[in-house]
């Protein structure tokens, strides 16, 4: 009932940007939080940033600085500005919702398939 639709992901040079995107589409009345999560190869997903619907953000002590999480709310979309990109910062991003009002049902959470980022010369 939810999908979560990413893009922007590639391959850049290391100090380059990258501007990743999420669509929400489905029967949302509203989100609370949007945001992103990654994982490289062999090791454990983790938080890269998140924002709530009211603007307030987190972000990974990693990519304070270089990273920039922004949203729109009329149109469930959130975004990751990424600069100043570092070999390290290769992984999966994942796009993920929580605290979700869905339309016929009580399912709250959802995660996007991924979109690989890939950092190297």
């Known amino acids: 009932q939810v999908e979560l639709a990413e893009s922007g992901g590639g391959l850049v040079q290391p100090g380059g940007s990258l501007r990743l995107s999420c669509v929400a589409s489905?029967?949302?009345?509203?989100?609370?939080?949007m945001g992103w999560y990654r994982q490289a190869p062999g090791k454990e997903r983790e938080l890269v940033a998140s924002?709530?619907?009211?603007?307030?953000?987190e972000y990974a002590e990693s990519v304070k600085g270089r990273f920039t999480i922004s949203r729109d709310n009329p149109k469930n979309t959130v975004y990751l500005q990424m600069n100043s990109l570092k070999p390290e910062d290769t992984a999966v991003y994942y796009c993920h919702i929580d605290e979700a009002w869905v339309r016929g049902t009580d399912v709250m959470e959802y995660w996007g398939k991924g979109t690989l980022v890939t950092v190297s010369s």
């Open positions: 924002i709530t619907r009211h603007g307030d953000t």
């Open positions: 489905g029967s949302i009345n509203s989100i609370y939080v």
